[in-house]
């Protein structure tokens, strides 16, 4: 079901959630200096998740050599990354007492590993203090270098790898003009290869134009590289260079993908307006997040 654009629907209306945990949480990330994606991407889901004592760190920097139309953050030259990074990262993990983190990176294509070998220090020094913890990588599409990046990687072998085809191929030009979708399923069947005892994941945003049928397409694209989970969101614009929602999606039309997700096959499967790809990631059986937490 379509809304008219310019109006949010009822369902995409809710309080922004703080407290002494979202304080903790935001203090915590600033004395250290760490990025996140929640703040870079402008996340809708800030509230819930700080709340909760969890965030997605951003690592090697908040600058990213590629420049899509459906993220908000900043493109340009990055620094190179900050070897003191994973030491950080590894205090962040123990003063907000992680058990599971999401890491992910802007896109490196200035790096000749496109960042990879930072990925593993960070996740290395995680274990070296926290050896119970569990992690997963949501990585970028390594452009020319997959083969390497997963060599590397292996020395660092997640619990879940992720990497988001974020929409479906036709809109490529218009929304991810610097990536290539096969490009991205490449990456997810290499993983798989390489790391057959892992689950891999990824994830796409509804909402920018895409008609059902490619949609069902690209997860049937995903099961053929074997990726074994997937997040379905709404696309919300994050900030006014971005391109427009063309479409809400109704509640009850992502429980249809929920369940369209599960007879195809993934293993775990969140779909719901405000599911993004880290959002409720370390729940083993995302059940009963496939719907917001918080309608009013
Ligand atoms: S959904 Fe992910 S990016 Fe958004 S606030 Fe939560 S942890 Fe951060």
């Not at 309080?15 to 929640?38: A, M, P, Q, W």
């Not at 819930?48 to 050599?65: D, M, Q």
């Not at 997963?136 to 990687?153: H, M, N, S, T, Y």
């Not at 992502?254 to 409720?280: I, Q």
Request: charged letters at 25%; glycine letters at 6%; hydrophobic letters at 35%.
């Amino acid at each position: 079901m379509a809304e008219s654009i310019g109006k949010l629907p009822v369902w995409l209306k809710r309080r922004f959630k703080t407290g002494e945990t979202y304080s903790h949480t935001r203090d915590v990330l600033n004395s250290l200096g760490l990025e996140t994606i929640c703040t870079n991407a402008n996340c809708p889901n800030i509230g819930e998740c700080w709340s909760r004592g969890t965030a997605t760190v951003l690592i090697s920097g908040n600058v990213c050599t590629r420049n899509c139309r459906f993220c908000s953050v900043a493109a340009g030259r990055p620094e190179p990354p900050d070897p003191d990074e994973p030491r950080r990262v590894a205090q962040m993990a123990r003063r907000l007492n992680l058990k599971y983190l999401v890491i992910t990176s802007v896109t490196r294509d200035d790096l000749p590993d496109g960042g990879a070998a930072h990925f593993r220090n960070v996740v290395n020094r995680c274990r070296r203090e926290i050896p119970d913890m569990r992690f997963e990588l949501l990585v970028p599409d390594f452009r020319d270098g997959q083969d390497d990046a997963i060599k590397i990687l292996a020395e660092a072998v997640p619990f879940v790898f992720a990497h988001n085809v974020e929409t479906v191929p036709s809109l490529y030009p218009k929304v991810r003009a610097g990536a290539d979708y096969n490009l991205s399923l490449d990456l997810l069947r290499r993983a798989k290869q390489a790391y057959p005892d892992i689950q891999t994941k990824s994830s796409i945003m509804l909402g920018l134009g895409e008609s059902d049928t490619e949609v069902i397409n690209v997860l049937k694209d995903l099961r053929r590289a074997r990726c074994d989970r997937i997040a379905i969101g709404q696309y919300l614009r994050p900030d006014k260079d971005a391109v427009s929602v063309v479409k809400f999606i109704s509640p009850d039309k992502f429980d249809w993908w929920h369940k369209k997700a599960e007879s195809l096959g993934f293993s775990w499967v969140m779909a719901s307006p405000f599911t993004r790809s880290s959002f409720g990631a370390e729940k083993d059986n995302p059940e009963n997040t496939k719907r917001p937490l918080n309608i009013p």
